[in-house]
Each structure stands twice: as structure tokens, then as C-alpha cells.
């Protein structure tokens, strides 16, 4: 019980009895009241513990040297499929590890009980027999005077994260892969800067530079002067979420100042927060269409020019011979 003692709240447990003569009367009680705060407090501190460790989103595991389950907590209950009652004195390894896993597991134990922490990717067994792939952490655990009385092991299931990371792999790989073989110029580039990050070997053909130089510019850097305007304005509003692509035929300044033509194609890649990472941007070469566009209308200009001055001639032949 809660008692005051020197001014503090202290626990006390009462050792007394009742003193009772010959004829088994009570005569007085006598006793003495133990002070055991320190011992309250430490059970307080391990039911605080051992409350974390439920709340952990993590299986935790603890046996004895063994490998009997001395401990198992609840969200070790929904990832293994056992419940605490169950596995409380049964060895770890029957539970959770399949017979070709067995060699590894213990090999690992060898290792923990020497003292080493083990930490890496190791496939777990649930009660039904599914597999899974899991994040597992294994370290000893000391008494208070430094002695080895068990292992706790904490494990959390990476299967989806691992699906998902290999899924990223490949699509990056796809990426990198178009990126590279594309029969057009393609770049990464700063949407704060206009800076290059990434260009591929299409777009230095396009532009004369080498992949070095290109590295050091920004886009207007290649950009012909009349059309930087344009490009600014293009990706202002791409950054202010108008729009979420914007295209347009621009003109380029090669390397040899040659001044050639682009059907560009630009988006914006923003992180998961929604914040811009970089823009990607698709350069179609249509120099040789749009010289012969001016061609055609060079054309159409002369015959509609011939056309008005026959006209005119005619018109004056009819005038002058009325």
C-alpha cells in the first residue's frame, strides 16, 4: 500500500501479526512495515515495457539461451498465425522456420550467442505453412550483471516492399531503356534552373555537342533567342500546375551555330509531397519538314504571283484593245 514517509509517497508492505496469549487471546499487534518502492517501481517499469512491446508494429520474439519462447507479442500473433498461449516454452524454430531454413537459422543463433547483433533478409514460415520474406533483427539479452539469459528477435514482413522496390527496378529499367535506344532527343533538366541532368546520345547528335558539354548548359543555353520566351512561359505554368504537359515547335541552336528545328514535348515530375523533381522533355527533329513547308509556301507565294500578274496582263490586253 501508499503510505507517507519523511515527507514522500512510498510503498510499504505490512509484515505484522497478532501477538495473542497462552489461552490464544490478541493482545497486541506487532510487526514492522518493509519499504518497497524500488521493487514496485521496477515492476511498474517492466509492465511498461512489456506494454511497448505490444504496441510495436513488429513481431517481437524473445527466448530463452534454448530457444524456447519466453515471450510473444500480439503482432507476433497476427503475423505468424500463433497465438502467445500457444507458443510460450515450444522451440522458436518449429514455429517459424521451414526444414531448408533450419541450417540458416541456427547459424545465425551461433553467431548471436557469441555476441553479435545479426540483422539482414531472412524467409520466415507462418502456422498455415505460407512463406514470406521478413526484416529480422536478433541480438542477446543480458541481466543485470551482464550475463546472457536469452535472444529476442524483431521481424516485420518486407514482401510487399520488395515487390514494390522490384517493380520501381523494372520500370526504371524500361525507362533507362527508351531513354537510351530512343529514336528521339530526350533530357532530363532543373525545373528551377533549366539546367541539363541527363541527356541521351540522340539529342547530342541533334544538338553537335558531346554529353559533357551538354551537362554544363540549361536549355536556353540551346535554345534560339525568339524562342525563349516561349519556353519560360510553357514551364511557368507547368510549375504552377496549369497544365500538366505543354508542346510546341521551337528552334535550336546547334553547336556550329547552325539553327535548326524541334517538335518539343515537356513534363514536369513531382515527388510523392507534390514537389517538382525535374522535367522531361521529347525533341523530335522537323528541320527537314519544316524546310520543306517554307519550300511549298515559297512555291505557292511564286505561282500565286504569276497567277495575279497574268491576270493583270489579261485585263490590260482587254482594256486596251476595247
Known amino acids: 500500500r501508499l503510505?507517507?514517509?519523511a515527507g514522500r509517497v512510498v510503498w510499504v508492505r505490512d509484515e505484522s501479526a497478532v501477538v495473542r496469549d497462552g489461552a490464544?487471546?490478541?493482545l497486541f499487534r506487532q510487526g514492522v512495515l518493509l519499504d518497497i518502492t524500488d521493487r514496485k517501481e521496477a515492476e511498474e517499469q517492466v509492465l511498461f515495457q512489456a506494454h511497448l512491446l505490444e504496441q510495436v508494429q513488429a513481431a517481437v520474439i524473445a527466448t530463452d539461451l534454448r530457444g524456447r519462447v519466453t515471450h510473444w507479442n500480439e503482432y507476433a500473433e497476427r503475423l505468424y498465425g500463433w497465438s502467445r498461449e500457444e507458443t510460450l516454452g515450444r522451440d522458436v524454430m518449429e514455429l517459424t522456420v521451414g526444414p531448408d531454413q533450419v541450417a540458416g537459422a541456427e547459424e545465425i543463433v551461433r553467431k548471436v550467442g557469441a555476441g553479435e547483433t545479426w540483422e539482414g533478409e531472412f524467409v520466415l514460415r507462418r502456422r498455415d505453412g505460407?512463406?514470406?520474406?521478413a526484416h529480422v533483427i536478433d541480438s542477446l539479452i543480458r541481466d543485470a550483471g551482464g550475463r546472457a539469459v536469452g535472444i529476442v528477435g524483431v521481424s516485420t514482413d518486407v514482401t510487399e516492399r520488395k515487390r514494390t522496390e522490384e517493380e520501381l527496378r523494372e520500370s526504371e529499367e524500361r525507362f533507362r531503356a527508351f531513354f537510351e535506344t530512343a529514336a528521339v532527343g530526350a533530357a532530363h533538366a532543373d525545373p528551377a534552373t533549366g539546367?541539363?541532368?541527363?541527356v541521351n546520345e540522340k539529342l547530342c547528335r541533334y544538338l553537335g555537342?558531346?554529353?559533357e558539354e551538354l551537362l554544363y548548359m540549361t536549355f536556353?543555353?540551346?535554345?534560339h533567342p525568339d524562342d525563349r520566351a516561349q519556353d519560360l512561359e510553357g514551364l511557368s505554368r507547368l510549375l504552377r500546375g496549369e497544365i500538366r504537359e505543354y508542346a510546341a515547335e521551337k528552334r535550336y541552336v546547334r553547336k556550329n551555330g547552325q539553327t535548326v528545328w524541334g517538335q518539343l514535348a515537356v513534363s514536369l515530375v513531382r515527388d510523392a509531397n507534390g514537389r517538382a523533381l525535374h522535367t522531361v522533355a521529347i525533341i523530335r527533329d522537323v528541320t527537314e519538314r519544316k524546310r520543306l513547308e517554307e519550300s511549298l509556301r515559297e512555291i505557292r507565294?511564286?505561282?500565286r504571283r504569276r497567277i495575279a500578274r497574268d491576270l493583270h496582263d489579261v485585263v490590260l490586253q482587254d482594256l486596251a484593245g476595247a
Open 3 to 5: 503510505t507517507t514517509w
Open 24 to 26: 490464544g487471546r490478541p
Open 130 to 133: 505460407s512463406r514470406f520474406l
Open 195 to 198: 539546367r541539363l541532368l541527363q
Open 209 to 211: 555537342y558531346d554529353e
Open 220 to 223: 536556353s543555353d540551346v535554345t
Open 301 to 303: 507565294e511564286a505561282e
